[in-house]
């Protein structure tokens, strides 16, 4: 194993010490418990928004952080959910009185810690409403949850319910549109190789040379099946047309396509992919009214992609477009 780290049990302390340093205009970082805060948070009146999660997916969800999108994340540790009173702490560093959105991934640890400090907080007086992003059709099930996993669907919630509370929407119009997003978004995702936690220093699974897996998680979890390398075009069949059907899309639906490189994927490859999305989404009449190409919701190095579709909807479209500044998606500012 060859990674840029100084040492294993520190490589999410050092790498938020490092996003300090380089974005001191867009966030602060708090230790102990860690906690990535929007430099101008709380803002009176604003719907304050938080996600978290294990360290690992880089730019999510640390990098959403700021104007447009989040108001605060938690990262917990490489691949491991942060805890309740990370959790806690943000929502109350973010409280502007106009109430707190949760939007959780759908990982056992994730809903579990994330309840709890709800809970907490309520009791603390603030208001919160939480959402689960469960938009991945590969499994029901998986190692780390019980229904569907939240992937690829998750940034396009943060962004869009982002613009509606930085538009000064209620907590509840937010809450609404955030599972609006959700429920019509699906995802689905690839793996062309193994990653390796820095713990571990051994590849998180075992994939032959010449095989790809179809389905996987963005943990390493198994797929639908495991198969020969093929062309880009197959692979995008592969993961396409159980998005469409699962909807199901219907010939007419506009989309966003989001196609998502798992970490060590050249973006090269990414537009690859893109055409033949865009050919398939073609035949099945659905016209790509807006599009995002690069890596958001990483699995460290592994190299793969996954692809996520959005129905849109004027709402969603306008706030999907309005302006954001953040460490990693910076537009119209």
Known sequence: MKKLINAP??????????????????IRVQYGPSIVIRKDAPISGKVGIISGGGSGHEPMHGGFV???????????????????????????????GAGVLHVVKNYTGDVMNFDMAAELAKSEDVEVES?????????????????????GVTVLVEKIAGG?????KSLREVADLATRVNANGRSMGMALTPC??????????????????IGIGIHGEPGRFREKIGPASQI????????????????????????????????????????????????????????????Y?????????????????????????????????????
């Open 9 to 26: 049990d520190a490589v999410v302390t050092d790498s938020l010490r490092g996003m300090e340093l380089a974005h001191p205009d867009l």
């Open 297 to 333: 919701i990483t699995s460290l190095e592994m190299q793969g992609c996954s692809i996520t579709l959005l129905k849109l909807d004027d709402e969603m479209t306008h706030y999907w477009d309005a302006p954001v500044h953040t460490p990693a998606l910076r537009r119209g500012v």
């Open 66 to 96: 700021g104007m447009g999108m989040l108001d605060a994340a938690c990262p917990g540790e490489v691949f491991t959910s942060p805890t309740p009173d990370q959790m806690q702490e943000a929502t109350k560093a973010v409280d502007g």
């Open 131 to 151: 959402v689960l992003t469960n938009d991945d059709v590969a499994v029901e099930d998986s190692l780390y949850t019980a229904g569907r996993r939240g992937v």
């Open 196 to 213: 390796i936690t820095p713990a571990s220093g051994s590849p998180s699974f075992e994939l032959g040379d010449d095989e790809v897996e």
């Open 236 to 295: 995008a069949e592969r993961l396409v047309t159980p998005i469409v059907e699962d909807l199901p899309f219907n010939s007419g639906d506009k989309v966003l396509a989001f196609v998502n490189g798992m970490g060590g994927t050249p973006l090269i490859e990414l537009y690859v992919m893109y055409a033949e999305v865009a050919k398939l989404l073609q035949e099945h009449g659905l016209t790509i009214e807006r599009n995002l190409i690069g890596n």
């Open 164 to 168: 509606a509370a930085e538009d000064r």
